[in-house]
């Protein structure tokens, strides 16, 4: 596009830079779709308003929009405006490899064209193990990002065969809870509906019954995108193929060898072109010339073209010429053919390139490269010494070792949310290796000490709960949760109830944060299921933690009485043992209970035993606990004049003793419950405060409370505005996590944006509502925190004060 174009061109091709139909934008400007399409046609010019509104939803900086205003009514030319392009703030999780895509210009050329058209909604990207669909696939992504306006998002499904984790997996993926009223599917579907989003899902052939759910998916969002990887097509209806094909090869035919010279070989072919690229990776002096250029040739297509199996090959380039690679590979092609005649040639090819990379390694590190399988997803170095090293036979070399695996294409490293470097296995590399430590004989040694070393994680984590690094925590035990699931399959599996009993006890905490209860439901109730003796103590006092975690579990769930049946039992075992503690906090679970079904004489009566019994063995932390539990107590009966005060005693000691958890829910209880009594300059400070931790939380949901409540303030304030675009966002961002706002406060909020809604006119207000929704959870803390004064008096009566909280 010329600098030259008219303001109309302009605008239309920003509308599709953005994925706008003329019809959404012009119901977001409010004006009709005609008036819209002679703009774009510059057979007339926007209104002053109507041009402040394409400024807003065409997402114009806000330095920029005096300048577009300005052009779109005709006082100043079209080229003070930037050139349209896609924009780089959509959300994205795509992994970022380190090297060049090599040999692909026209595969993803092809792709990007056949994703353009608007009846391809699922493209599934086929071919051989090892022929490079990740690697395609992510550059694609890579192109894409930008251009859909919700984002692009890559969900791993290789260290996963369970069809039914992979719902959980792209809910993590786009951060939608996986627990709730409705099943994932419909909520997935309800999140995705109104989006422009692309989702990348790779390995899907490990969870092909999963295929029908992916198909709701689409229909229920119509707008969504999926780009598949996988050996085998879906067999969907609407789905369309991409055959990924090995990469192009010189012929084998000796005149066609004998006029290939090395100036233009590399032009020419993509497979040898890989192979350079890689080789000067780890020997920068390599060079391709005409006397070696028939073995580099030869040793392509000895390898089918394969990428992966290309670059293994060049890895060992820093040891040998390729004339020696081309003997070595000779050799061991000789050797499985011969034992492996039954698989297809290109997995003969693929199988060579590793068993012959795996023969080239040192006895320690042949050692540590089969112990590596028995994790799910990746690890740290430091679980790669701790579960690897069991016998010292790798000794000091660990770090060198995983050096030489990553050099050699054998293992791939990228960083987890908390900077830490991960390690893994491409999937056909990992079945590999795997069947090496099942030869070995080690694999039930080595996934014993796999789970040994994440028990030993979970309740270091578990240890951290309520103190200050228990964010930082989570975020590991995230980055972990495959191996957390390996583990607890292998307890259940070998019937081992102390390491299942203690593993779900744990990992409560991490469940529950991360939105995965039902899950957990299953986990916990095979571990109860399991035969244990009765006379071990340790067990008695880990299945007492687990039933009282199975409480919890069941009641945010729903399940009342499961939820009661779990906290009586684990209360009676802890007083068998003595632990008044525990009983304390079985008792606050009952109460729970108790507090859904609206008991609330029982619930309190409870409390105050849990109470007595925190403190009359100086149990400060449990003390706190309990304090919570009677202010929120207060709530639930909406005694205003009784829950401030109690909100107010209990944050003392949550603050004294680290309880983030508590202190955000209780500051922005406290906000509500001072906006209700009027007090608006207290409110606003008490959500700006939670609002203000609630960043370093994993979790979203104190985030849409602390938006929430700053928009009832600014509601109260006169500024509907403010009010709605922080409505939108928090509105958005619920959506993800599923949740619903606390029943106690939702007369406050309906109350609130009726008065804000009467305030302002319906398009302003829709306008301003789907601005917000447009924010990320970063941009709507931002703005909610940079404009927080609030006009009126210091804790004057708010016009919203007033009614009952339920």
């Not at 119901?27 to 009709?32: E, L």
């Not at 920068?284 to 992966?308: Q, Y």
């Not at 007083?575 to 525990?582: K, N, Y």
Request: aromatic share 6%; proline share 5%.
């Amino acid at each position: 596009m010329e600098h030259d174009a008219s303001f109309g061109a302009w605008l239309a091709a920003r509308r599709r830079v953005l994925r706008l139909q003329r019809k959404e934008l012009a119901g977001r400007v409010g004006c009709a779709v005609v008036t819209l399409q002679k703009i774009e046609t510059d057979e007339r010019r926007p209104s002053r308003q109507i041009a402040e509104r394409l400024a807003e939803q065409l997402a114009i900086p806000p330095d920029e929009r005096a300048i577009f205003i300005r052009v779109a009514r005709g006082e100043v030319p079209v080229d003070r405006l930037s050139l349209p392009k896609p924009s780089t703030a959509a959300p994205s999780n795509v992994p970022r490899p380190t090297n060049a895509l090599a040999g692909r210009t026209r595969e993803l050329a092809e792709i990007q064209a056949v994703l353009a058209r608007p009846e391809v909604r699922l493209l599934t990207l086929t071919g051989a193990p090892g022929v490079g669909k990740t690697r395609l696939a992510l550059a694609v992504a890579a192109e894409l990002a930008g251009m859909f306006a919700d984002g692009v998002f890559f969900v791993a499904l290789a260290p996963m065969s369970d069809p039914e984790l992979v719902l959980p997996a792209i809910a993590q993926a786009l951060d939608v809870a996986t627990s709730g009223p409705q099943p994932l599917v419909e909520r997935l579907g309800r999140y995705l509906r109104l989006r422009q989003i692309v989702l990348l899902l790779d390995n899907f052939e490990h969870v092909l019954p999963a295929a029908p759910l992916l198909a709701r998916l689409l229909a229920a969002a119509p707008q969504l995108r999926v780009l598949v990887t996988s050996r085998v097509a879906l067999e969907l209806s609407g789905e369309h193929r991409f055959t990924v094909l090995p990469l192009d090869v010189p012929p084998a035919a000796a005149p066609a060898q004998r006029a290939l010279v090395a100036a233009d070989a590399q032009v020419r072919y993509a497979a040898i072109d890989l192979f350079v690229q890689r080789a000067r990776a780890v020997a920068p002096s390599f060079k391709l010339t005409d006397a070696n250029l028939h073995a580099v040739a030869e040793i392509c297509r000895r390898l089918d073209g394969l990428p992966l199996a290309i670059e293994l090959a060049a890895a060992r380039g820093a040891l040998f010429t390729p004339p020696e690679l081309l003997a070595q590979l000779d050799d061991q092609l000789a050797f499985l053919s011969s034992r492996a005649r039954d698989l297809p040639a290109r997995h003969l090819t693929l199988r060579h390139a590793i068993d012959w990379s795996y023969s080239l390694l040192a006895p320690a590190e042949q050692l540590l490269f089969r112990r590596l399988s028995v994790f799910m997803g990746g690890c740290t170095i430091a679980a790669a010494q701790a579960v690897c090293n069991d016998d010292g036979a790798v000794g000091r070399v660990v770090i060198d070792a995983i050096a030489t695996l990553e050099a050699s294409s054998l293992l791939q490293r990228h960083e987890d949310a908390d900077g830490r470097s991960r390690f893994g296995m491409l999937a056909t590399i990992r079945d590999y290796t795997l069947s090496q430590l099942v030869a070995s004989g080690e694999a039930a040694a080595m996934r014993r000490r796999h789970a040994a070393h994440y028990l030993a994680l979970a309740e270091a984590a578990e240890r951290e709960w309520d103190r200050p690094d228990e964010w930082s925590w989570l975020h590991r035990l995230v980055s972990e949760r495959d191996n957390l699931r390996a583990a607890l399959r292998w307890a259940i599996e070998t019937r081992d109830a102390a390491l299942a009993l203690r593993l779900n006890a744990a990992l409560f905490s991490f469940w529950s944060t991360c939105s995965a209860l039902p899950e957990a439901r299953g986990w916990i109730e095979a571990a109860l299921a399991l035969p244990r003796p009765s006379d071990a103590p340790d067990l008695q006092a880990a299945e007492a933690k687990v039933l009282n975690v199975a409480g919890y579990v069941a009641a945010e769930l729903g399940d009342h009485a499961q939820a009661y049946a779990c906290f009586e039992r684990g209360l009676a075992q802890y007083r068998a043992l003595g632990d008044i503690s525990r009983v304390a906090w079985s008792m606050r679970g009952c109460a729970f209970v108790h507090m859904l079904r609206n008991e609330y004489a029982e619930a309190e009566q409870l409390l105050d035993e849990s109470l007595r019994s925190c403190r009359s063995i100086g149990d400060e932390w449990g003390a706190a606990w309990s304090l919570y539990a009677q202010a929120f107590l207060r709530l639930a009966q909406g005694d205003l004049a009784l829950a401030r005060p109690a909100l107010e005693a209990a944050l003392v000691p949550l603050r004294q003793q680290g309880i983030m958890f508590g202190v955000l829910r209780t500051l922005l209880a406290l906000g509500h419950t001072l906006l209700e009594q009027g007090a608006l300059a207290g409110a606003a400070e008490r959500f700006r405060e939670g609002l203000t931790l609630s960043q370093a939380s994993p979790l979203l949901t104190f985030i849409t409370i602390g938006l929430d409540g700053l928009a009832m303030v600014a509601a109260a304030s006169a500024r509907p505005l403010r009010a709605a675009r922080l409505w939108g966002a928090a509105e958005a961002l619920r959506e993800a996590t599923d949740e619903r706002r606390w029943h106690v406060f939702q007369p406050n909020y309906d109350r609130a944006i009726t008065t804000a809604r009467s305030q302002l006119a319906g398009p302003d207000w829709t306008i301003a509502w789907a601005a917000g929704r447009a924010l990320t959870a970063a941009q709507a803390v931002t703005e909610a925190l940079e404009e927080h004064q609030v006009p009126l008096g210091s804790d004057q009566p708010s016009p919203l004060a007033g009614g009952n909280l339920i």
